[in-house]
């Protein structure tokens, strides 16, 4: 159906990593120093840098990042891991799920 009906033309936008992106914007709206985490996630490579770091791919990264995002209190994986030792002003923001990293 077109979409013209509604109102006018529709744009898709991809963000990327924009979930870290509007965490990123949190942090600095609540003055948490996280200058590697937000360089990183507002240039959109953020999974890259992970993906380095541990030794995988960008998708698989960005896979175990974004279930890491999601899971249940208690999930454990490499990635969150990485994450939480790579950015542990990040991991320790009151209420991110991240919170329950293991030291």
């Known amino acids: 159906m077109p979409s013209s009906a509604l109102c006018g ?10 979930q ?4 990123a914007l949190l ?10 985490y937000c360089q990183l ?5 953020l999974y890259d840098y992970l993906a380095g770091r541990a030794g995988v791919s960008r ?8 279930t890491a995002l999601y ?11 990485l994450f939480g030792k790579e950015f542990p002003e990040v ?3 009151p209420g991110f799920i991240f ?5």
């Open 9 to 18: 033309s529709l744009v898709e936008i991809d963000l990327r990593n924009s």
């Open 20 to 23: 870290f992106l509007f965490l």
């Open 27 to 36: 942090l600095k709206e609540n003055g948490i120093p996280a200058t590697k």
């Open 41 to 45: 996630a507002e240039s959109g490579k």
């Open 59 to 66: 998708p698989e990264a960005k896979g175990g990042l974004i």
């Open 71 to 81: 899971a249940k209190n208690g999930f454990t994986s490499p990635i969150k891991t």
């Open 91 to 93: 991991a320790k923001f």
């Open 99 to 103: 919170n329950s990293i293991p030291p």
